[in-house]
């Protein structure tokens, strides 16, 4: 039997009372999986020059990494289709060619557009959502963050936050990953 998942169909405003239910069968990476964002429907804040945003899928064997005179980095995927979206995987980076390095904590902005795009809330009333990231001890696995319910969206866009190179706090942040998605 499939799940059943409840989503919200507009993020332009917060909408806690307007609420849809569907079947969800299959949960994928919309940008692995499903291929639901090419490289060049990825866009960040800045790139420290070497990093750049198109390098920051889960598979891409590299990584985004901010510039850092950026106080505010994010980096977002437009995907190809309005898609139902319950969540990200993120994932530092602990490889042959840097140091470890990963974003402890990031919040997450949803929309249709995005002169519409609004943070993932637990309810209209509440500040946004602050999820956990990657740590010391798992910088280079892919970490799953789930939303409180799904949203329809055609833009998701991180905004890492406590990020760490070794084990100092850094003001860049690497950032490796993928849009979770239902398919129904």
């Given at each position: 039997?499939?799940?059943?998942?409840?989503?919200?169909?507009?993020?332009?405003?917060?909408?806690?009372?307007?609420?849809?239910?569907?079947?969800?069968?299959?949960?994928?990476?919309?940008?692995?999986?499903?291929?639901?964002?090419?490289?060049?429907?990825?866009?960040?804040?800045?790139?420290?020059?070497?990093?750049?945003?198109?390098?920051s899928k889960l598979d891409?064997?590299?990584?985004?990494?901010?510039?850092?005179?950026?106080?505010?980095?994010?980096?977002?995927?437009?995907?190809?289709?309005?898609?139902?979206?319950?969540?990200?995987?993120?994932?530092?980076?602990?490889?042959?060619?840097?140091?470890?390095?990963?974003?402890?904590?990031?919040?997450?902005?949803?929309?249709?557009d995005v002169s519409s795009?609004?943070?993932?809330?637990?309810?209209?009333?509440?500040?946004?959502?602050?999820?956990?990231?990657?740590?010391?001890?798992?910088?280079?696995?892919?970490?799953?963050?789930?939303?409180?319910?799904?949203?329809?969206?055609?833009?998701?866009?991180?905004?890492?936050?406590?990020?760490?190179?070794?084990?100092?706090?850094?003001?860049?942040?690497?950032?490796?990953?993928?849009?979770?998605?239902?398919?129904?």
């Amino acid at each position: 039997m499939s799940p059943i998942v409840t989503a919200v169909l507009a993020t332009t405003t917060c909408v806690d009372n307007f609420e849809e239910t569907f079947e969800c069968n299959q949960t994928v990476a919309l940008g692995g999986d499903e291929d639901l964002i090419p490289d060049q429907n990825i866009e960040a804040s800045s790139a420290d020059g070497f990093h750049n945003a198109e390098f920051s899928k889960l598979d891409s064997g590299n990584y985004w990494r901010n510039a850092r005179e950026d106080a505010n980095p994010w980096i977002q995927a437009n995907l190809l289709e309005i898609s139902y979206v319950h969540g990200v995987v993120i994932q530092g980076y602990d490889g042959p060619t840097s140091a470890p390095c990963w974003a402890s904590k990031l919040t997450i902005q949803t929309g249709l557009d995005v002169s519409s795009i609004d943070y993932i809330r637990s309810s209209c009333d509440e500040p946004p959502m602050v999820f956990t990231g990657n740590s010391r001890n798992n910088a280079n696995s892919p970490v799953q963050v789930l939303f409180p319910r799904v949203v329809v969206a055609l833009i998701v866009r991180l905004e890492p936050m406590d990020c760490y190179l070794f084990d100092h706090s850094s003001p860049q942040c690497t950032v490796l990953f993928d849009v979770m998605g239902c398919v129904s």
